[in-house]
DNA sequence: TCTACTTGACTGATCGCTCAGTCAGCCTGC
DNA sequence: GCAGGCTGACTGAGCGATCAGTCAAGTAGA
């Protein structure tokens, strides 16, 4: 009973005990700032055992990133897939709305690590570190090509570079939003709050929307 | 003239120096990654002076921070007074392009380190650190509410809150996309640029724009 | 069913190293 | 001669990584 209870979830294994805790650890202090002994704390497991699951730090980073990110993209993917399906060409707002709102479904939980996985993100995709831009060309660039390439069927007159830029905008947008860094309430006196997801989505698809449309 | 050539930029104080190869080094490395012994090496000082220069880590890089910051802000507020002082409200486009413009041409050289400033911004920005909201706070709240208020000149129909979102998307945009990160070159297969920042420019204030007044 | 052996999960102790920060004292120009 | 700029030598703390060893759960042979 107590050992369950001191258990963060319950059941789930030593290993994703340990992805989970990376993914809050490296969030709150950057891929350097966070030590491994913290992240060992918080996943109740002696830090041996991190060494004995993943090779090193560098591997368990690119573990965590690549267990959120095929959640995330698979999401997109069958979204993307089920609205290209049909003869008729989708709305340019369902595929702006199947990119961010995997993000907030299984990349943003509603606990205390809301935006964790959101602000590492952010550190990867505004890095040009030879590490960072490797793990965005991985796990992040297949499933962009296939969003350019799905603005690019709905929006005929879009070329080739702009689809690239709408696209890289959009994503600069979404990333940074999601972080939840708190600004937007402090900025707006408490009206903004970037803690309320869908609020935040209802701007940011008609946002991007719009720009995607100016470039064609 | 052996010792004038080693310096990286001969004349200036070695203050100065060491707040240069701070930037570089926070840029490439992260705060937590980046160290003092070298920042001291690539300013060509010893590491001890840092500190005799700066009480610690910390203040380092907020002197950074500020000193930057200072050189862009001041930037935008002249910019941005001069469009308003007329008596007929400026182009939504002028705003935009006043709030991006000095980001490149004082916050990105165009040397190697083009985008060094804009990436620690960008982890700035992303961070829900109390260290990282606290300097945004400090030294780019007070310019970003002033561009809310111009933003509600210029289109009156714009709400408090949508326009703290607009800035704030607008940001999102800027921020990650000055970064240089290399991505769009990757994305595009050579076609798009992100070190070209006047044809990057060209297509976020038009993105922007467009957007901004989507939500209007 | 008992025993001997193997395996995979896991740990505490400790290694070599790097870190930010300190301090006594050395130059150099006024 | 002294104040301010500056340095080399040093420290305690914390880092990632390693390693020998524990322990429970199989598996196999008799």
Redesign the interface.
């Known amino acids: 009973m107590d050992a369950a209870a001191q258990q963060e979830k319950p059941g789930e294994s030593r290993f994703d005990a340990i992805l989970d805790a990376a993914e809050g650890v490296f969030a ?6 966070a030590s491994l002994r913290v992240i060992a704390e918080r996943a109740q497991v002696a830090q041996a055992l991190i060494h004995y699951h993943f090779k090193n730090k560098a591997q368990l980073f690119e573990a965590m990133v690549a267990r959120r990110s095929a959640a995330i993209n698979d999401n997109r993917a069958a979204r993307l897939e089920a609205l290209m399906a049909g003869e008729a060409a989708p709305a340019l707002e369902a595929i702006v709305d199947s990119l961010f709102r995997p993000t907030i479904e299984v990349g943003r939980g509603d606990g205390d690590d809301a ?1 964790a996985y959101a ?1 590492i993100l ?2 990867v ?5 030879a590490r960072d ?1 490797a793990l ?2 991985r796990y992040y ?1 297949p499933i ?2 296939a969003y ?1 390439d799905a603005l690019q069927r709905v929006l005929p007159g879009l070329s ?3 689809a ?6 959009a ?7 999601m ?6 309430r ?3 006196d408490g ?2 709050d970037d803690g309320n997801a869908e609020e ?1 989505l209802a ?2 698809v ?10 064609a």
Chains 1, 2 share one sequence.
């Open positions: 709150a202090r950057g891929y350097d700032g935006g602000r952010a550190s995709a505004s890095s040009a570190d831009q965005a060309e660039d962009a090509r350019i080739r570079a702009d690239v830029w709408a696209y890289l905008f994503i600069g947008v979404g990333v940074t939003m972080a939840k860094t708190g600004r937007p402090r900025l707006s009206i903004c935040m701007r940011i008609p946002f991007v929307c719009a720009g995607i449309r100016a470039l």
